[in-house]
């Protein structure tokens, strides 16, 4: 699931796109998503679209992505 996407995206520090869209993503995945990206310095696109990540996981990534200064498109929708 998620948890394991987080641990592979940790190993990659120079990705600059992640497609997460349309993953069944819940909370618990958006939690282990918001650590790995945190670490992503290149990263200049995020989709999560599609997701369960619910309100409380928004606010966490909302959190994280304010340290993310090279992200340029965020993708939300449904």
């Known amino acids: 699931g998620a948890g394991r996407v987080a641990e592979a995206v940790k190993e990659l520090p120079s990705l600059t796109s992640l497609h997460l869209g349309v993953n069944e993503?819940?909370?618990?995945?958006?939690?282990?998503?918001?650590e790995a990206v945190r670490q992503l310095t290149s990263l200049t696109f995020l989709d999560l679209g599609y997701n369960a990540i619910g309100a409380e996981g928004l606010e966490m990534i909302r959190q994280t992505l304010r340290n993310v200064t090279s992200l340029?498109?965020?993708h939300l929708r449904g």
Do not use: Q
């Open 72 to 74: 340029t498109s965020l």
């Open 25 to 34: 993503i819940g909370f618990v995945g958006a939690r282990r998503v918001a």
